[in-house]
Structure formats: structure tokens, C-alpha cells
């Protein structure tokens, strides 16, 4: 029994310093963003940076305090159904369109509302509390970090919405894929290796994770479970992900004027969009590539990004840029999410992001023929539908809203991107949006049947 007492308190000793580091992460990377910014919401998709920083509080106060911490006094009585996001059995919400027309509470009095939380959740962690806390609370910082993602890819919409094109913060270091710091001479981890396949012999492997009810720091969302089986064909993956200047070769060759190469519900979608490019290409025919592209530090040339890794396109033009690729190079197509996570299970994903250290990386998976740009670049869409793993069962309670709910008319992403934080990437991962979505940092690696020859 001592045994078991001394090493869930170095559990809880662990979670409350890795609580402290998320729960800061959050508010440091708001920092550059003025009271004006964190309050617009500029595409359906998109929340603003205030409601991020009061509905990540409101998770804790719902989820842990409320139920584990006696006598805990809610900081706002209306904050329970105003900062609720999509949990129907937790009552009524606001429209998410209408998140930005809340001027009040201010956000000063959302930054008082962190600081209450994170208190008495320290408070709460300084006690003698069971595995149920500390998995909540294990929860609820990762959930933390997938908003700190949003914020960064919703505040970037929102700064291309304005005429002036700002920048996300002239002191930061944090920058993204096609910023126009990322030159080849200086940034030699983004030179361009030629386009190559690794083969894998396939078979019955196994994919996802099988919880450890003994190990509560041993974290995966309910969708990455159960451990499973699945039998995999023989088939290869490219070594890289495909780049700004091979996307722009589609644009060339008429990519977005040829049916053919569009699924329908794609071809249907581009059309009533008005694509022509991905998401913040901009068409300037001063220029040699006749592009730019809007990044968090402003407008770039598109030649200073040619071998960085296309970024911000929707699963149709993914989908499509592998068609218009297997004319030339028959067989091309996107990966399924399976082959994915059995190719990069191995993969070293613990190199930080660009999050943390403002450049771009390259991650070789050892013994895997050089796979690089697996992990913390783009996200990477696959070819799978998001559905439940054989035997899922969602949370219990209002937490089984999390994931599961969401199993329908999504397309699976791996990977994580260069807004993902470090620790929030894994090779089992499950990202998962619409087939229109642009505004998320994603692009796509090729892969092909069959075992390289």
C-alpha cells in the first residue's frame, strides 16, 4: 500500500507540473494578440482566441472540479451553458456562429477566470485523489492543446480576413510551414530529397492502443482504442511529403479546370468555393511564381517556399493532386490511415515542432528506408473515413460526446502539424475533419501499392 501511495504521488507530482506547462503554453502563445484580435471569429469554422481561452477553463470546472473538489463555488453561475461547446446532455449553448458577439465577459475577466481554475485545480491535485481525477485532468490538458492548435490555425483566418495582412506578433519566434524565414540556405532540415517509395511487405498488423488501467500517465482519446488487427496489402509510402512547387505543377497543368481529376462531391465544392489555389495563395503576377502565400509573419513569395510542404488544402485537392499525379506516375494515390500509423510506429516523434522552436524539421524513421516529415509538419490526409475501431466504446457520461459523436461524413488526418504541441503527437493519433476543410495546417504524402521493386 506505501508503495502504491508514493508512486501516485509522483504521478500526481508529474501531472501538476505538465498542468502548470500546458495551462502557460496557452496563455504565452496569446501573448502577440491584441483584446481586439482574440475576439473575431472570421469563417464557421474558426472560434475566437477569447472563447479558446474561457471554454479550455470551463472543461476542467465541468469535467473535474465540479465533481472531485468539495466545495468548490463555480466562478460564474452562466458560464456552465455560455462556454459549452457541442455537449448536448450538459444542457443548452449559444450558436457557435454567435461566439463572437459576446463582448462581455471581457477578457480580462476571462484571464481572472484561468487563474481561478488553475488554482483550485492545484488545489485539487495537492490532495489524496483517486485515478478517475488524474485521468480527467490527463484529459483535459490534452484537450487544452488541441484548442492552443485551433487558436494558432483560427487566428490565422482571422488575420487573412483583414485588408492589412498583419502579422500573428513581430517579437514572436514561432513561425509556420511557408514563412518566409524558412529559406533553403539557412533551414537545411526543408531541402527537397528526391521523391521516393519505401515498400512494406504489409500482412496482419496491429493498429491503435489497448488502455493500461494500471498506468493513468499512459494517455490516448477513446477513438485511438481498442488495439486491433487489421491486414494490410504489401505497399509503399513516399519518403517525403509533397511540396509547395509540386503542387503549384497541378495548378499549372489546369489541376483545378479538369473534372477528371475530382471526386464529385470535390469538383462540386471547389466550383461553389471558387478555388484556384490552396488557402492563402494569393495570385501576384509581379512575381516570378506569379504567388504569394499569407503566413503568421505576412505575405511571402511563393519561390522562398517551393520546397516547403503545401499547406492548408482540403482532402478533395489532396485527393486530386494524387489523381493528376498517377498519369505521370501510375498508382499514386493517398495512403489509407492504417498504412500510415503501421509505417510511422516506429518513427522518433518526441523532436519539437515548430510550435515550440520556430523552424521546420525533418523526422527519419530508423529502419524504415528514411521516411522523413511523419511527425509535427502537416497534418496529413488519408484516404480512411472516421469511424469507430472494432469493440470502441465511448466514455461514459457526458465525456463519451468528445469523439464519438463526431463518426460520421469526417475524413481521418495523421501526423500533426507545425502548430501541434510536442507532446500532443503521437503515431496513433486520430485527427479528423469534413473533406472541405482548408483552414487546418494540412497537406499529404503519395503512396502506391504493391512492394518497391
Given at each position: 500500500m ?5 508512486e501516485q504521488?509522483?504521478?500526481k507530482h508529474?501531472l501538476?507540473?505538465?498542468?502548470k506547462?500546458?495551462?502557460q ?6 501573448g502577440?494578440?491584441t483584446?481586439e ?11 475566437p482566441?477569447?472563447?479558446?481561452l474561457?471554454h479550455?477553463?470551463?472543461f476542467?470546472?465541468t469535467?473535474?472540479?465540479r465533481?472531485y473538489?468539495?466545495?468548490y463555488?463555480?466562478?460564474?453561475p452562466?458560464?456552465h451553458?455560455l ?9 443548452e449553448?449559444?450558436?457557435?456562429r454567435?461566439?463572437?458577439s459576446f463582448?462581455r465577459?471581457s477578457l ?7 487563474i481561478?481554475?488553475d488554482?483550485?485545480?492545484e488545489?485539487?491535485l ?11 485532468v490527463s484529459?483535459g490538458?490534452e484537450?487544452?492543446?488541441?484548442h492552443?492548435?485551433?487558436?494558432a490555425t483560427?487566428i490565422k483566418?482571422?488575420l ?12 514572436t519566434?514561432r513561425?509556420e510551414?511557408?514563412?518566409p ?5 539557412d533551414?537545411?532540415g526543408v531541402q527537397v530529397r528526391?521523391l521516393?517509395?519505401?515498400g512494406?511487405?504489409g500482412?496482419l498488423v ?5 488502455p493500461d488501467a ?5 494517455f490516448a482519446f ?16 513516399a519518403?517525403r511529403?509533397?511540396?509547395c512547387?509540386?503542387y503549384?505543377?497541378f495548378?499549372n497543368d489546369?489541376?483545378y ?9 470535390g469538383?462540386?465544392t471547389m ?8 488557402l492563402y495563395?494569393k495570385?501576384d503576377?509581379?512575381t ?5 502565400v499569407y503566413t503568421?509573419?505576412?505575405m ?5 517556399m ?8 482540403s482532402f ?11 498519369i505521370?506516375?501510375p498508382?499514386?494515390?493517398l ?5 500510415w ?24 524513421a530508423e529502419?524504415?528506408?528514411g521516411?522523413?516529415?511523419?511527425f509535427g509538419d502537416v497534418?496529413?490526409w ?7 475501431y472494432?469493440?470502441?466504446?465511448p466514455l461514459?457520461?457526458a ?10 461524413s469526417?475524413v481521418?488526418l495523421r501526423?500533426?502539424s507545425?502548430v501541434t504541441p510536442e507532446?500532443h ?5 486520430r ?6 476543410t482548408r483552414w487546418?495546417f494540412?497537406g499529404l504524402?503519395l503512396?502506391?501499392d504493391?512492394?518497391?521493386?
Open positions: 506505501e508503495m502504491q501511495t508514493i504521488a509522483g504521478v508529474e501538476a507540473k505538465r498542468f506547462a500546458v495551462r503554453a496557452t496563455v504565452e502563445f496569446v502577440p494578440l483584446p484580435d482574440q475576439m473575431v471569429q472570421s469563417c464557421a469554422e474558426a472560434s482566441t477569447k472563447w479558446h474561457a479550455t477553463s470551463w476542467f470546472e469535467f473535474v472540479l465533481d473538489l468539495a466545495g463555488e463555480e466562478f460564474h452562466e458560464f451553458w462556454f459549452n461547446s457541442y455537449y448536448n446532455s450538459l444542457g449553448m449559444p450558436e457557435k454567435l461566439r463572437a463582448s465577459p480580462e475577466g476571462i484571464k481572472a477566470y484561468r481561478y481554475v488554482a483550485a485545480v488545489r485539487l495537492a490532495k489524496d485523489v483517486g485515478d478517475e481525477v488524474l485521468r480527467r484529459l490538458l484537450h487544452e492543446q488541441q492552443l492548435e485551433l487558436i483560427d483566418h482571422a487573412w480576413t483583414n485588408p492589412l495582412r498583419p502579422v500573428y506578433g513581430v517579437a519566434t513561425i510551414a511557408g514563412s524565414a524558412l529559406r533553403k540556405e533551414t537545411p528526391t521516393e517509395y519505401t512494406f511487405a500482412g496491429e493498429i491503435g492502443v489497448t494500471e498506468d493513468v500517465r499512459a477513446d477513438n485511438e482504442t481498442p488495439r486491433h488487427s487489421v491486414y494490410l496489402q504489401p505497399y509503399r509510402l519518403n511529403l509533397v511540396t512547387g509540386e503549384l505543377g495548378m489546369n489541376g479546370t479538369r473534372p477528371e481529376l475530382w471526386l464529385s462531391e469538383w462540386s466550383r461553389a468555393e471558387g478555388w484556384q489555389a490552396p495563395w495570385r503576377a509581379g516570378e511564381s506569379g504567388w504569394r503568421l509573419r505576412g511571402a513569395l511563393l519561390e522562398a517551393m520546397e516547403t510542404p503545401v499547406c492548408h488544402v478533395f485537392e489532396a485527393e486530386a493532386f494524387a489523381r493528376w499525379r498517377a505521370a506516375e498508382g499514386c494515390r495512403p489509407t490511415e492504417f498504412e500509423e503501421h509505417a510511422a510506429g516506429v518513427a522518433d516523434a518526441s523532436a519539437a515542432t515548430m510550435l515550440e522552436t520556430g523552424a521546420l524539421r525533418t523526422v527519419a529502419g524504415l528506408g521516411l522523413e516529415q511523419m497534418w496529413e488519408t484516404s480512411s473515413g472516421y469511424t469507430g472494432p469493440g470502441y466504446r461514459p457520461g465525456l463519451g460526446e468528445y469523439n464519438g459523436k463526431f463518426m460520421s469526417q481521418i501526423g500533426g507545425c507532446s503527437i503521437r503515431a496513433t493519433y485527427n479528423f475533419f469534413p473533406a472541405g487546418q494540412s504524402r503512396a502506391k504493391g512492394r518497391e521493386q
